[in-house]
T-cell receptor, first 117, second 113 residues
Framework: GAVVSQHPSRVICKSGTSVKIECRSL??????MFWYRQFPKKSLMLMAT?????????EQGVEKDKFLINHASLTLSTLTVTSAHPEDSSFYIC?????????????FGSGTQLSVL | DQQVKQNSPSLSVQEGRISILNCDYT??????FLWYKKYPAEGPTFLIS?????DKNEDGRFTVFLNKSAKHLSLHIVPSQPGDSAVYFC????????????FGTGTRLTIIP
């Protein structure tokens, strides 16, 4: 099946630094990628939808200047957590959609555990 | 506001028996429902889905049932196998906007050999 690669899997950083997370679709072109965040014992919460070549669409309550999303190519989207603070510590996961109208063709990365000290 | 709820955080089932995972939702506009399975250190993978116009969909050992009047869906796994031990997420799709998915909190299924 299709593979989505997400890096890094784990990152620990100091408060105030920025962290970039990459999401790549390895064997298909993903016109749309999604970024989720998950707190312990909570559900995956959609943060933003990233469309190749256009600005990301952010969900209500998600700061677009805090969480910068770039989808520069059909196989790569990046999420940058700017000036990270301890409350940004969370599990971040991306997904990529292969077919516009079929959600089962939604492939997930393995996630990134961010810990901000 | 949790629109998709999985009220059982964990479930243990004997190997060979039936596993039933439940999911409730509040938004009647959801038009498509999916189940994903997640192993540790891996991303969720698609398992089975059902359209809101159906009440049952079967794929091998996996069957999903949808009760629209009760806003409830369930995933049945029979017979349960040790490899089924994982976290299961249900998700619901909105027909509007970018057809985004709303996920439940997940149920950790453990199959006891």
């Amino acid at each position: 099946g299709a593979v989505v690669s997400q890096h890094p899997s784990r990152v620990i950083c100091k408060s105030g630094t920025s962290v970039k997370i990459e999401c790549r679709s390895l064997d298909f072109q993903a016109t749309t990628m999604f970024w989720y965040r998950q707190f312990p014992k909570k559900s995956l919460m959609l943060m933003a939808t990233s469309n190749e070549g256009s600005k990301a669409t952010y969900e209500q309550g998600v700061e677009k200047d805090k969480f910068l999303i770039n989808h520069a190519s059909l196989t790569l989207s990046t999420l940058t957590v700017t000036s990270a603070h301890p409350e940004d510590s969370s599990f971040y996961i991306c997904s990529a959609r292969e077919d516009r109208h079929r959600n089962e063709k939604l492939f997930f990365g393995s996630g990134t555990q961010l810990s901000v000290l | 506001d949790q629109q998709v709820k999985q009220n059982s955080p964990s479930l243990s089932v004997q190997e060979g028996r039936i596993s039933i995972l439940n999911c409730d939702y509040t938004n009647s506009m959801f038009d498509y429902f999916l189940w994903y399975k997640k192993y540790p250190a891996e991303g969720p993978t698609f398992l089975i889905s059902i359209s809101s116009i159906k009440d049952k969909n079967e794929d091998g050992r996996f069957t999903v049932f949808l009760n629209k009047s009760a806003k409830h869906l369930s995933l049945h796994i029979v017979p349960s196998q040790p490899g089924d031990s994982a976290v299961y997420f249900c998700a619901a799709r909105s027909p509007f906007g970018n057809e985004k998915l709303t996920f439940g909190t997940g149920t950790r299924l453990t199959i006891i050999p």
